[in-house]
């Protein structure tokens, strides 16, 4: 018994360190991601854009992660978890120096560059951590372990949003005001010296992820490898390809559409918030709520999970507040309607650390062909949001042409846009009742 006791005592001394160095590289993938909440607004105001375009923030960081994840799978088998994660921080440095031309140039393919590029190395980052937390201790824990990195994650993008909510729209407002009544030449100054904002906050998170990417380099992470499928009599497996798991490909659509409402509920409250009157002083702080109670969602997580309520019950919850929620959203006004955005943070917060466990279990060899496959499905977030922005634009223009005025139609059309919400979390709901365990043997 004293055995036993002394074994898990030393797996989980053994697996300490590599959690908090895990859930570091959430904090920094974190951070980045989620201050795209405020370069969306800041962007669409010195590019002089449309809801829809500025929406292209979002398309370029994760559309890089269909691009990367299977060559990302390949350099890690190649060169290994710690080189492989050391190499993303340094790909998103160069990223983020690319700030400095495209504000230069005031460009905004130049900055959807820098910010695709930094996707291209958080897609490194992340096709290497989640699969290794997943499988770093028992399966039937691996949501609580998700959900320590998720804390890390949102706590991150919390302090980012507010950093660059700080930086990049303070005194929006004014300048949008000026811009109305200046001349082409005043106009083309002001938003040069709004676009040299961005410079001093990205080369300063360039220096940042160099240190980190040369300090990883030595970072302490055991080798971890997935349980092996499972074998008939005969000693022969009982599944030869990876389209042999249909509860995996299910799993890969449900990540692909609740990456496309996190990010939506993250990433266009800050607008949502300016569409409705609100001014940007107050709406910059309108991400970190949300991002907020998803850390508070998540805490809970790792206090019930497993002990209280499996993974697949925190999906079902999860999928019926994101209906109510967004219900909620629709039929409600003013700031009570931005509260509900921000509550979607709670339907979303468990979505993550429930699907990637369960989708993963009983795959065995082909867990990192189906951790690439995963990371893939990080792609939602470059669809869906610009799916919202366009039938925001579309409706906006069918209300100007009934002769509503251009503010009213704005907040009108960004309310109604949130039904996008609705079939992506009927999505979810599936997976959570029955598409988890289709394909699977029973016990």
Request: proline share 4%.
């Given at each position: 018994?004293?055995?036993?006791?002394?074994?898990?005592?030393?797996?989980?001394?053994?697996?300490?360190?590599?959690?908090?160095?895990?859930?570091?590289?959430?904090?920094?993938?974190?951070?980045?991601?989620?201050?795209?909440?405020?370069?969306?607004?800041?962007?669409?105001?010195?590019?002089?854009?449309?809801?829809?375009?500025?929406?292209?923030?979002?398309?370029?960081?994760?559309?890089?992660?269909?691009?990367?994840?299977?060559?990302?799978?390949?350099?890690?088998?190649?060169?290994?978890?710690?080189?492989?994660?050391?190499?993303g921080?340094?790909?998103?440095?160069?990223?983020?120096?690319?700030?400095?031309?495209?504000?230069?140039?005031?460009?905004?393919?130049?900055?959807?560059?820098?910010?695709?590029?930094?996707?291209?190395?958080m897609?490194?980052?992340?096709?290497?951590?989640?699969?290794?937390?997943?499988?770093?201790?028992?399966?039937?824990?691996?949501?609580?372990?998700?959900?320590?990195?998720?804390?890390?994650?949102?706590?991150?993008?919390a302090?980012?949003?507010?950093?660059?909510?700080?930086?990049l729209?303070?005194?929006?407002?004014?300048?949008?005001d000026k811009?109305?009544?200046?001349?082409?030449?005043?106009?083309?100054?002001?938003?040069?010296?709004?676009?040299?904002?961005?410079?001093?906050?990205?080369?300063?998170?360039a220096?940042?992820?160099?240190?980190?990417?040369?300090?990883?380099?030595?970072?302490?992470?055991?080798?971890?490898?997935?349980?092996?499928?499972?074998?008939?009599?005969?000693?022969?497996?009982?599944?030869?390809?990876?389209?042999?798991?249909?509860?995996?490909?299910?799993?890969?659509?449900?990540?692909?559409?609740?990456?496309?409402?996190?990010?939506?509920?993250?990433?266009?409250?800050?607008?949502?918030?300016?569409?409705?009157?609100?001014?940007?002083?107050?709406?910059?702080?309108?991400?970190?709520?949300?991002?907020?109670?998803?850390?508070?969602?998540?805490?809970?997580?790792?206090?019930?999970?497993?002990k209280?309520?499996?993974?697949?019950?925190?999906?079902?919850?999860?999928?019926?507040?994101g209906?109510?929620?967004?219900?909620?959203?629709?039929?409600?006004?003013?700031?009570?309607?931005?509260?509900?955005?921000a509550?979607?943070?709670?339907?979303?917060?468990?979505?993550?650390p429930?699907?990637?466990?369960?989708?993963?279990?009983?795959?065995?060899?082909?867990?990192?062909?189906a951790?690439?496959?995963?990371?893939?499905?990080?792609?939602?977030?470059?669809?869906?949001?610009?799916l919202?922005?366009?039938f925001?634009?579309?409706?906006?223009?069918?209300?100007?042409?009934?002769?509503?005025?251009?503010?009213?139609?704005?907040?009108q059309?960004?309310?109604?846009?949130?039904?996008?919400?609705?079939?992506?979390?009927?999505?979810?709901?599936?997976?959570?009742?029955?598409?988890?365990?289709?394909?699977?043997?029973?016990?």
């Open positions: 018994m004293s055995n036993t006791v002394s074994s898990t005592t030393n797996a989980k001394n053994n697996s300490f360190v590599p959690i908090l160095i895990i859930a570091g590289l959430f904090f920094i993938f974190g951070f980045v991601t989620w201050i795209n909440g405020a370069l969306i607004p800041f962007m669409k105001t010195i590019n002089e854009l449309t809801t829809a375009q500025s929406y292209l923030v979002a398309s370029a960081s994760y559309i890089s992660f269909v691009v990367m994840a299977l060559p990302a799978s390949y350099i890690l088998t190649k060169i290994g978890y710690r080189k492989g994660m050391s190499l921080l340094f790909v998103m440095a160069i990223g983020a120096l690319l700030f400095i031309p495209a504000a230069e140039a005031r460009t905004y393919w130049v900055f959807l560059a820098g910010i695709f590029i930094q996707g291209l190395g897609t490194l980052l992340q096709t290497a951590s989640n699969p290794y937390i997943t499988i770093l201790g028992p399966i039937e824990s691996a949501a609580k372990r998700i959900a320590i990195m998720g804390i890390s994650n949102k706590v991150a993008g302090l980012g949003s507010l950093i660059f909510g700080a930086i729209l303070s005194g929006i407002d004014e300048i949008k811009l109305s009544i200046v001349s082409d030449d005043e106009k083309s100054q002001l938003l040069d010296v709004m676009a040299d904002s961005v410079v001093i906050p990205y080369v300063v998170m220096v940042m992820l160099v240190v980190l990417g040369i300090l990883i380099r030595r970072a302490p992470l055991p080798h971890v490898e997935a349980e092996p499928i499972e074998e008939t009599k005969e000693g022969k497996t009982t599944k030869t390809s990876i389209f042999q798991f249909p509860h995996l490909w299910l799993g890969v659509l449900t990540l692909f559409v609740y990456v496309g409402v996190e990010v939506i509920a993250g990433d266009t409250i800050i607008a949502y918030g300016i569409s409705l009157g609100f001014p940007a002083a107050d709406a910059k702080f309108f991400t970190t709520y949300t991002l907020l109670a998803m850390v508070a969602t998540y805490a809970l997580g790792i206090f019930l999970i497993p209280y309520i499996n993974q697949a019950f925190a999906l079902k919850a999860s999928a019926i507040l209906i109510v929620f967004t219900f909620g959203i629709v039929f409600s006004s003013g700031y009570v309607s931005i509260l509900f955005v509550l979607l943070g709670i339907a979303n917060a468990l979505v993550w429930a699907v990637w466990p369960l989708t993963l279990k009983g795959l065995g060899k082909f867990t990192k062909t951790s690439a496959l995963l990371i893939m499905a990080i792609s939602g977030g470059a669809i869906i949001p610009p919202y922005g366009r925001v634009d579309g409706t906006k223009a069918d209300l100007i042409a009934k002769g509503i005025n251009e503010a009213s139609a704005s907040a059309a960004a309310t109604t846009g949130y039904w996008i919400l609705l079939p992506c979390y009927l999505i979810i709901l599936y997976y959570a009742f029955a598409g988890h365990k289709l394909g699977l043997k029973k016990g």
